[in-house]
């Protein structure tokens, strides 16, 4: 599975846009690109996956860049229970079982 | 649709005794990973199973670990004669099918205390 970069902490205003950006720049053509979210003491929580098309669900939005070597994962108004760290996974296509979980960013929306 | 349930919450053990924990998943989904949470750590893969069998297990210690995931039941993580180390949070997550097309979803773990 590809490696992914993504910055150790970020924070945001209360209502407002949350970008969590990714570097995977090693990714192959068949690799999904996932995010998860771990509020502190909970289990990790889908949020949304994509291949190469943007993706948007009522949680989040996910923009790949046309070389998929870069992703951004878009909480339109963000709230103060969306503080959590966010990992971005990559995952070869297939049958494969586990996700790689990084340190991923600590993300801190502040009132 | 209830999500996936993992019992106990908290499992406190004494140095050499033995765990189980639990896990069932979500309805319709026939496919089980568990993942390991060190204090201030990333989760990190264990065994992946499918009813009766243990897909893939290079995460699992050699020793002392053990999973299965019967054809009736939830899932069960075993670990026999506990050490400090074991001290760590369980998650158990499922998924309806085992390609990577699909989302794990998980549930709120295990936190286990070795005393």
């Known amino acids: 599975d590809a490696k992914t970069t993504q910055p150790t902490s970020m924070d945001c205003a209360e209502g407002r846009a949350a970008n969590l950006p990714c570097n995977h720049s090693?990714?192959?053509?068949?690799?999904?690109v996932y995010w998860y979210r771990q509020i502190h003491s909970q289990g990790p929580q889908y949020i949304i996956h994509g291949l190469k098309n943007n993706e948007t669900n009522e949680m989040a939005s996910l923009i790949i860049t046309e070389d998929r070597k870069s992703s951004t994962l878009i909480l339109p108004h963000a709230t103060l229970r969306d503080t959590a760290v966010y990992y971005c996974i990559v995952r070869i296509g297939g049958s494969q079982g586990n996700l790689i979980f990084g340190k991923g960013t600590k993300l801190s929306v502040k009132p | 649709n209830a999500g996936v349930m993992q019992n106990p919450r908290h499992l406190v053990r004494r140095r050499g005794q033995e765990a189980r924990l639990r896990c069932s998943p979500m309805?319709?989904?026939?496919?089980v990973y568990w993942y390991r949470q060190l204090p201030e750590e990333g989760l990190k893969f264990m065994v992946y199973?499918?009813?009766?069998?243990?897909?893939?297990e290079s995460g699992m210690p050699k020793e002392r670990f053990s999973a299965e995931f019967p054809k009736e039941g939830p899932s069960i993580l075993r670990i026999q004669q506990v050490v400090r180390g074991d001290s760590a949070a369980y998650f158990c997550?499922?998924?309806?099918?085992?390609?990577?097309?699909?989302?794990?979803?998980f549930g709120d773990g295990t936190r286990l205390s070795i005393l």
């Open positions: 199973l499918q009813k009766e069998n243990i897909i893939d």
């Open positions: 997550a499922s998924s309806p099918l085992g390609t990577t097309q699909q989302p794990q979803h």
């Open positions: 090693t990714i192959s053509g068949n690799e999904y």
């Open positions: 309805k319709g989904h026939s496919h």
